[in-house]
C-alpha cells in the first residue's frame, strides 16, 4: 500500500471515529442555550397545538390538530408529534400511518435541521408492505408533520430499527434527507 493511500485510510477511520463520537454527544445532551429546555415550564411542558398529517382516502394526507404537552426542546417535541402520529387519528376517515405495535426508538437533531427518526416494531425486520401510494403516505405522514411542526426541523432521516433503509416497501428513496411535500396536503 502506498503512502498516499495509507494516510488516506487513516483520515477516513480518524473522520468516522470523530463523527460517530460527535453523534453519540449530541444525541444525548439537552440544550444549553439560554431558555431553551430550561425552567419550570419547559421541564413540565406546556399544552401545544401541532397540526398531524395522517393518510387519508385517495391518496394524500389530511391535517388533524393535536394538543400535545411539550416542552421547548425541539427533539421533546418531534418525540411527541411522532407518538402522536403512531397513537393514530381521532376524527373518521383519517388512518394511522403505521400498523399498531411500531414504537418509536431514538430521536435526533442535528445543528444542521436534520431529525433522525428511528421507528421499531418488535419481532418485524423489515417495515410494513405497501403500495407506493401506502409508502408515500406513511412516509409523509412522518415528514411532513415534524418539518411542519417544529421549526428546527428542515428535514428528516427516517431509520427502520436502527438502520436507514434505502426504501420501506420498495417505492420512495430514503437514502437522503427528505423535505416536506405539500401536494400531498
Known amino acids: 500500500m502506498s503512502r498516499r ?13 470523530l463523527g460517530g463520537g460527535l453523534w453519540w454527544w449530541l444525541s444525548g445532551r ?3 442555550r439560554a431558555g431553551v429546555g430550561s425552567g419550570p415550564a419547559a421541564q413540565k411542558g ?3 397545538s401541532f397540526n398531524l398529517y395522517f393518510p387519508a382516502a ?3 394526507l389530511r391535517p388533524e390538530i393535536h394538543a400535545l404537552q411539550v416542552s421547548l ?6 418525540r411527541k408529534v411522532v ?13 394511522r400511518p403505521f400498523p399498531e405495535g411500531v414504537t418509536l426508538g431514538s430521536v435526533l437533531l442535528s445543528p444542521d435541521g436534520t431529525a433522525y427518526v428511528d421507528l421499531r416494531w418488535q419481532d418485524h425486520v423489515d417495515p ?7 409508502e408515500i403516505q406513511r412516509v409523509y405522514s412522518v415528514v411532513d408533520s415534524i418539518v ?16 436507514q433503509r434505502e426504501t420501506f416497501s420498495g417505492h420512495l428513496d430514503l437514502s437522503v434527507p427528505l423535505v416536506p411535500d405539500r401536494g400531498l396536503l
Open 128 to 134: 410494513p408492505p405497501g403500495g407506493s401510494t401506502e
Open 73 to 78: 426542546e425541539p427533539k421533546d417535541r418531534i
Open 83 to 95: 407518538e402522536a402520529l403512531l397513537a393514530g387519528p381521532k376524527a373518521p376517515g383519517l388512518a
Open 46 to 48: 406546556e399544552p401545544v
Open 148 to 163: 411542519l411542526g417544529v421549526p428546527q426541523a428542515s428535514r428528516v432521516v427516517l431509520l427502520w430499527n436502527g438502520s
Open 58 to 60: 385517495g391518496g394524500g
Open 5 to 17: 493511500a495509507a494516510s488516506f485510510v487513516l483520515g477516513l477511520a480518524l473522520a468516522l471515529v
Open 30 to 32: 439537552p440544550s444549553r
